[in-house]
């Protein structure tokens, strides 16, 4: 099958309309990684070249169910069970103490760009393992962009490459074995929400809140600097003050914010939202 031909123009439309929708910037370098990512949409769509498919998300009374599919076809759900270990267990302690110290209640966490389920099933793994807070006294809510990534999160199956840093012991205690894979257990599968939200769409963004962390790991490197910035003034609205922020270990805040303060500890660096009591 013939590739089918991208011009520059047709390929920065493109790239510009999914960067104002979903903030993911392809930078000119990218120009055949997005060609072959999206040959298949044209197939999908019946259109015959990139400007009809320009037309088609530009006008088309169905555009928004193909920018639904683009988000499945263009993020990058690379992840796995206890990532970043370091980041879960100042959950598993500091977050927990902290927030006893500021009365208690429901402990309310936030897995932001949660893939296929495992960050946000390894937080409710790490916050049972600790056994401080009872799971009625804490909620994760996790959520996506991409449609396919939450289908996946649904079935809670998961294989051998998604266990590449969960012990042994762990994986006995809450899966059981399926097919080729194993399904997360029941008593860890209803601690998480899942539903579908762009990290891009401030008011949706406020409304998770008041929230005591939020986890919002390796998504913010596929975004432009001002599109970060946009998406960390937002989670300032959701977190409580004094709320705790984790990003992946190649992102960094520093510069686009003054709302929160870094902590950095021999193993981990985290963000604490200003104006702590
Ligand atoms: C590499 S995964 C990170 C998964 C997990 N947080 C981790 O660190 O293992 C990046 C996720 O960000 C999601 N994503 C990309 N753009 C997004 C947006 N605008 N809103 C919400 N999620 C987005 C993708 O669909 C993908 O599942």
């Keep these: 099958m013939a590739t089918t031909p991208i011009s520059e123009d047709e390929f920065r439309a493109i790239r510009d309309l999914i960067r104002e929708k979903f903030g993911i910037y392809y930078d000119d370098s990218k120009q055949f990684l997005l060609q072959s990512r999206l040959q298949t949409r044209l197939i999908k769509r019946s259109v015959p070249d990139f400007a009809s498919y320009v037309r088609f998300l530009q006008t088309d009374s169905e555009r928004e169910a193909e920018y639904s599919e683009l988000a499945s076809v263009l993020s990058n759900n690379e992840t796995y069970f206890f990532r970043e270990r370091a980041q879960l267990d100042i959950l598993a302690k500091d977050v927990v103490e902290d927030h006893y110290r500021h009365g ?3 402990l309310k966490i936030w897995s932001a760009a949660c893939s296929t389920g495992e960050e946000p099933f390894s937080l409710a793994m790490m916050l049972l393992e600790g056994r401080r807070v009872p799971p009625s006294a804490f909620s994760i809510a996790a959520t996506d962009i991409s449609p ?5 999160c649904a079935t809670a199956f998961y294989r051998e490459l998604s266990f590449r840093a969960t012990e ?5 205690k809450y899966f059981k074995p399926f097919q080729e894979g194993f399904l ?6 209803r601690l998480v929400t899942f539903s579908r939200l ?10 998770m809140g008041k929230l005591d962390a939020i986890f919002c790991r390796n998504v913010l490197i596929y975004f432009d600097k001002p599109t970060q910035k946009k998406v960390v003034q937002a989670f300032a609205t959701a977190l409580r003050p004094g ?16 709302a929160y303060e870094p902590v950095v500890t021999p193993k981990a660096i985290y963000y604490r939202l200003k104006n702590a009591n």
């Design 104 to 106: 208690g209640g429901v």
């Design 168 to 172: 042994p012991e762990v994986v006995q």
């Design 243 to 258: 709320g705790f922020l984790f990003l992946g270990h190649a992102e960094s805040i520093i510069r686009l914010t003054d």
């Design 198 to 207: 762009n990290l891009l769409d401030e008011k949706a963004v406020a409304g």
């Design 184 to 189: 997360i257990s029941d008593d860890v599968k």
């Design 148 to 152: 396919r990534a939450l289908e996946r």
